[in-house]
């Protein structure tokens, strides 16, 4: 089967889980913002600034991936950029033909020029409200939860934890950490992690990224979360494969298949942090012939130059996957999601179940 073009599939609604708002800038933005705040750039053409951002992520390496964050990170320390960024965050994957996103950001790393933790998600959460209005009048709706992250190094994540359940009826819909993965386990944060499932919330851990199995497990079994962002090096644990002769999958793999636990994979991401050598030879392939809960996702669509339709048309090239792949890779996406069953439902049903059915007729 021929692959399906980019351009056919933005207009597919998608569903994305694992976006970070810090990763996803519009490169004239950050020129925008550098300039009013005195941050220097290493570059101020927009375009040359966006071609510096793919090159520099472009390392092999996630701690060097992670040090192209200083420069977006710095320009989001005021009210007025953090609100910008959400708000054209909100339009650009709207205009993507993302229907539904789980968008996420570390607010302690929003703290430099003086504002709050309290500051941060408010002046986010109004710039997402503002950017769903703005894509709803275009006639792109789009609905936008937030994550709240902690940074894996640092030491805030029980507070972070906890302005998560403040902001639950205000859009934050779950908590995560990210950073660096070798040398910050799951476990240097377990109370955070039991506080969460004694309130009955919902989080994801970044984990099986740069760092491989017992990251996952402590992920899983130690901490509980109820998703993996990224998770891609569970295939550690999994021997053979479907073409070359009998798949063998060992008890964690098992378990995490048998639970039905949503792996967030992040294709062009992996490739530059060097988790997995090229999209074709990226594990989402056997991942999905095994039938994981597998799901699609950007990571950071500035430092990997791409989009939910990217992502989808490098995967149909290299897996030569259709239309019922692409729904597929939506619908786990969607029964994953943060927010509650009866919504999830809803959008399977009144949009994105209609959405394939006009593509694929
Ligand atoms: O893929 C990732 N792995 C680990 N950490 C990441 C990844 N992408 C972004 N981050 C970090 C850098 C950001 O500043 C932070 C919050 O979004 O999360
Ligand atoms: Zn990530």
């Not at 902001?167 to 950073?179: N, T």
């Not at 062009?268 to 989402?284: D, F, K, L, R, Y």
Request: some cysteine; charged content about 20%; proline content about 4%.
């Amino acid at each position: 089967m021929a692959a399906i073009a980019y351009s056919d599939i933005i207009p597919a609604p998608k569903a994305l889980l694992h976006d970070h708002l810090d990763g996803g800038l519009r490169p004239s933005t950050i020129v925008e913002l550098a300039e009013a705040v005195g941050h220097e750039l290493p570059a101020t053409d927009p375009a040359a600034l966006a071609d510096w951002f793919v090159a520099a992520a472009d390392s092999g390496s996630l701690e060097r991936y992670l040090e192209t964050f200083a420069h977006t990170v710095a320009v989001m320390q005021t009210e007025e950029g953090l609100f910008r960024v959400a708000k054209e965050c909100a339009l650009d994957l709207a205009a993507d033909g993302v229907v539904y996103a789980e968008v996420r950001y570390a607010p302690e790393q929003h703290l430099e020029r003086g504002l709050t933790l309290d500051q941060v998600v408010d002046a986010v959460n109004a710039g997402f409200t503002e950017g769903m209005a703005g894509a709803a009048a275009l006639g792109t709706p789009i609905r936008v939860g937030v994550l709240l992250t902690a940074m894996r190094h640092a030491a805030r994540s029980q507070e972070i934890a906890e302005l998560s359940v403040r902001y639950r009826d205000s859009g934050v819909v779950g908590f995560d950490i990210a950073g660096a993965e070798a040398g910050f386990p799951p476990t240097r944060h377990l109370d955070a992690f039991e506080y969460l499932q004694r309130e009955n919330f919902h989080f994801t851990i970044h984990a099986g990224e740069a760092f491989g199995l017992p990251s996952i497990w402590q992920a899983i079994q130690w901490c509980g979360a109820d998703r993996l962002g990224h998770g891609v090096r569970l295939v550690d644990d999994i021997t053979g494969t479907p073409e070359g002769g009998e798949t063998v999958l060992g008890r964690l793999a098992a378990y995490v298949r048998d639970k039905r636990i949503p792996l967030e994979l992040c294709p062009s991401s992996n490739v530059q942090t060097g988790a997995a050598a090229s999209i074709a030879e990226h594990p989402i392939g056997l991942l999905h012939d095994l039938r994981f809960r597998v799901t699609v996702n950007t990571d950071n669509r500035l430092m990997s130059g791409t989009s939910m339709s990217r992502e989808m048309a490098l995967l149909s090239e290299a897996f030569g996957w259709g239309w019922a792949e692409l729904q597929w890779l939506t619908i786990n996406a969607m029964k994953s999601a943060f927010i509650p069953y009866d919504e999830r439902l809803a959008i399977i049903n009144d949009v994105i179940k209609p959405g394939y059915a006009k593509l694929i007729s």
